[in-house]
């Protein structure tokens, strides 16, 4: 189905089934009991689920099948943003033009930036994302919004003010919308004790998300993957054998880029505001970890990584001393105290320790990510050896 | 011609500051190969390790004297730091002034520990794996130090003061019949960077342990098969540098007040220096750090800020995208140096 070959279809369906009922799955405590704070299910949250695992799996098609390890990759996301709450500001509030000119911004700025970089490849290339990256967010935040030229408007970040011209927006709604349909309006299913939400911005993201996903399964199962792919495992056979890789690794760039700036855009149309801090490298560190955590170079892994570190952002930064408190309230008053004082710089605003925790931990013991783990206990509980598993994972090249 | 020269001592000491880390970095990357994000964090610890040694000095006991009352009437406390009352009260008001070069002594030892610790715990499984493993493991280690101290610490930047005799300004046109008055604390920085820079190249040029650690560092193999325990000398090398990144850190405090995410900061600045000087050559750090430093400086002049506006923001990326793309070896990058 789809031109893919069985296997593919059942991950396919699997992921779309899971994204169209995420409502449900992200919801499975009901309202009222102690445990709904683990609830995910709100339409904040999910949308930031599917839209970072659209900037995830971007970056994995340059980083999976590549190897080139790009730091910068949230200057296309904020790009994305930009050009995206442009069009609000000019056009009117309809997201079809608004997503379609941060994709093509993103991709001609992705394209631009790309030549330069992948003239480097390794550590050079690296510093070269990461230099270019700085270098756009020093310039959204200071260099392009100055009074005589203001592009970005600083540190306030970019919004729709009642005074901007919006030529086509007649009497539309006042908020993003898909003609007519806006963003924010959410309806809520009552059943029993548990109540469901469905927002109309997340099935529009997690729309988006299913073209991104199939799109990234037939580029990892086309010829051009496989290319990719060759350039990871040995670019200089490749070029002796008188292929020029460099197209092929811009190509991948670009779409990577393209990808991040459907993220970029799809984060104005959830929320129409775009800022400088989008851009920063620490952000470009997140789409790493996402990637990594899940595990790169697969296909359902910066999926599972985005959820993963988007759902353990909001948990974690969420629980304070006195949700501690109330966990251990059944022990002893001084274990109590004990517990809550170990465990207190790890959440709520230490959650970023437990996150370079987690990071190391991933990358020392797991480089594979999730995904290489869960196969490695899927293939113990089984009782297949690694080594048959290999050649499926990890096709070695012929000498 | 005042107005120049004011200019570039303004980018020697942030030049100064560059030229330390990237000199580490370059120290690490030609020794064990590796790429050490975590590098900015050690600058930030160095930091730390002065605002430290600043409050245990300041630890004061608390007595009540008898004779002065504080405007309620009620006696007044008096907070005497241990120092004054061990060593009396000027000896002790001069140690605590002098906290910040003091702390020079207690981040040697205290950075060469953590970097060795560091070398010998995590970056010693990284050597066989991809440089992109690397960089993220030492991503994760930057992000866990600066969690850490953000937890000790807080987040707001912490006043370190210079010695009050350090702290005023000096004049450095006397000598040329100008009047250029300059901050003391930053020429203090600079001759301190200096000559610590000259220190760790006398060490490696100099003494037989650098001499090893050169051979080592230009060809590996044949040293170990000479019979040299060359994994040991360079794991001494990660100490050092992770000394000079703290050092730079330590005397930096006093110029800009220091917080938790300083050394990201810095870092993605080092970095840029060590690529522009060229990957692996010390010398070229030290110069681009200095150029680099000496250039941001101009460009955030007013005259540069009106013709472009935000210049001094972006200028040291743009040099380093236009040298790399012209010259990418770097300015004195060697030939065969991380060159796939």
Redesign the interface.
Known sequence: MFGLDKRDTTLFLFVVAITLLAPFLLNPFPTESALAQFNAGYPDLMQRFVIFGIFAIGFNILFGLT?Y?S?GHAAFLGVGSYAAVWMFKLLSFNIVPAIILSVLVAGVFSLAIGY?CL??????F???T???A??SF??A????S?P?FNLTNGETGLQVYADDPQILKGDGPDFTHLFGLEMNTTKTLELGAWAFQFNAGFYVCAFFMIIAFYIAMRIFRSPFGLMLRAIKTN??RLNYTGLNSRPYTLAAFVISGMYAGLAGGLLAVTDPLAGAERMQ??AS?EV?LMT?LGGAGTLLGPILGAAFIKYFENIFSKINDTVLHSWFSFMPESIDNFLVAILY?FVGK?W??T???M??LI??FL?GGLVDGGQRLWNRITGKNRTQAEPVANPKPAE | MDAILLQVLNGLDKGSAYALIALGLTLIFGTLGV?NFAHGALFMIGAFVAVTLQRVLNLSVVTVDPEKKDFLGNPLQVQTPYVESWFGEAAGQAIINWSVPLAILAAIPIMLMIGYVMERG?IR?FYK?????Q???T??????LQ??V??FFGANPIQTPAPDALAGVWNMGAWLGMSLPYPAWRIVYFIFAAIVISGVFAFLQFTTFGMVVRAGMADRETVGILGINIDRRFTVMFGIAAAVAGLAGVMYAPINPPNYHWG?DFL?LS??VV?VGG?GSLPGAVLAGFVLGILESFASTTWATTTI???N??II??V??VI??AR?RGLMGRKGV?E?
């Open positions: 190897g390890l730091f330069i003239r480097r490849s390794g550590i050079y690296s510093i070269l990461l230099a270019f700085q270098m020093a310039m935040y200071s260099v392009l100055n005589n670019q200089t490298w620490t560190g790493v990594i710089p230490g970023h320790l996150l370079g925790l990071f190391m990358v020392i480089p | 790429v995590l499984h794996r991809p440089h992109a493993d960089i993220l493991v991503f994760g280690l930057a992000i866990v969690e850490i953000k937890a990201m993605v970095f840029v690529v990957m506006p935000g210049i923001q972006i990326y743009l380093a995208i790399l793309l990418p991380m796939e």
